[in-house]
């Protein structure tokens, strides 16, 4: 088992990766068009992911059930982040991550309407308290970060990625992490090329700016492969609800290095927002904390 520090630097590393890839997309779509962006991230990610499948020696099953749960799981890159790179016109890479942050509650009606599992009286009261942040930003005004279709495009990205969760676990088939992910990364990959009679008209025609293409790199090599290796190893070594406090971590930290390294400057109102939002997933959570807390203690 990994000692308490390895941990400790693993978890701070996936929550600086998933905080920052955001932004690494803005980035990426400055140069280029988005579905060309979301395009050639899944191609360079695929032989990536078969190096590593093929050095791990990890099998990879071709039955029908693990091609099911490969569709299922495709559903959180290229049915995620294809609504994800279209908000990037309309949101900061802030916003963009405090959105994937409603994950969980998306995740919770999800359960109780789709699979009938049943929700505490408080995490409905977090579940409110999220919305009344969430309405607060869709009505702080008309700024260049902050649009209401952005918004409505990254509710239907948390959404995708968070029913394929549930999708994945009802196929339940015997699938390594690591040949579920490649499974996925090929299916996205083969859906992402479909695009191209649509897209073809945006072909870049030239080489991209320095920035957009670390930006490109940045997202493949750090937030599919490194963050996924990260991901795997602290569900195998940490409770859940220590995990998914990443929810409530992460976008904080995104917002500041939005501001910081890409200028996004948002108004009182949507930070306000932000925070009553962030408080809800805590409201959320609490319940779940809680009962960690007693069982380690």
Not at 32 to 39: E, K, Q, Y
Not at 81 to 87: M, P, S, W
Not at 217 to 237: D, E, G, H, R
Request: contains cysteine; glycine residues 6%; aromatic residues 12%.
């Amino acid at each position: 088992m990994p000692s308490r520090l390895n941990l400790m630097l693993t978890y701070g590393l996936l929550v600086f990766i998933w905080a920052s890839t955001p932004l690494a997309i803005v980035w990426s779509v400055s140069d280029l068009h988005p579905m060309w962006a979301l395009l050639l991230r899944f191609l360079i990610a695929l032989p990536l992911a078969i190096t590593v499948l093929l050095c791990l020696n990890v099998k990879f099953p071709m039955h029908k059930l693990a091609w099911l749960s490969y569709v299922a799981g495709s559903l959180s890159l290229i049915g995620s982040q294809i609504f994800t790179y279209a908000a990037t016109a309309y949101l900061s890479s802030g916003l963009i991550a405090l959105m994937f942050g409603l994950a969980p509650i998306m995740a919770g009606l999800i359960g109780r309407f789709g699979f009938q599992q049943k929700l505490a009286t408080l995490q409905w009261l977090g579940m409110g308290t999220s919305v009344i942040g969430l309405t607060m930003i869709c009505l702080s005004g008309n700024q260049k970060h902050v649009q209401p279709l952005g918004i409505l495009l990254m509710l239907l990205s948390v959404f995708s990625y968070s029913l394929s969760i549930f999708w994945v676990k009802k196929i339940n088939a015997i699938v390594q992490p690591m040949a579920q992910a490649t499974g996925s990364i090929f299916v996205s990959t083969f859906f992402a090329l479909l695009l191209l009679p649509w897209i073809w008209q945006f072909a870049p025609t030239e080489i991209p700016s320095a920035k957009s293409l670390l930006a490109l790199t940045y997202t493949v090599i750090m937030a599919s492969l490194i963050a996924m290796f990260c991901y795997f190893k602290l569900v195998q070594n940490l409770q859940a609800t220590t995990l998914s406090l990443t929810t409530v971590m992460t976008p904080m930290l995104a917002i500041l290095i939005g501001a910081y390294l890409n200028h996004e400057q948002l108004s009182a109102q949507v930070f306000v927002g932000a925070s009553i939002i962030l408080f809800g997933l805590l409201l959320y959570f609490y319940k779940d904390l809680r009962t960690h807390k007693r069982l380690s203690t």
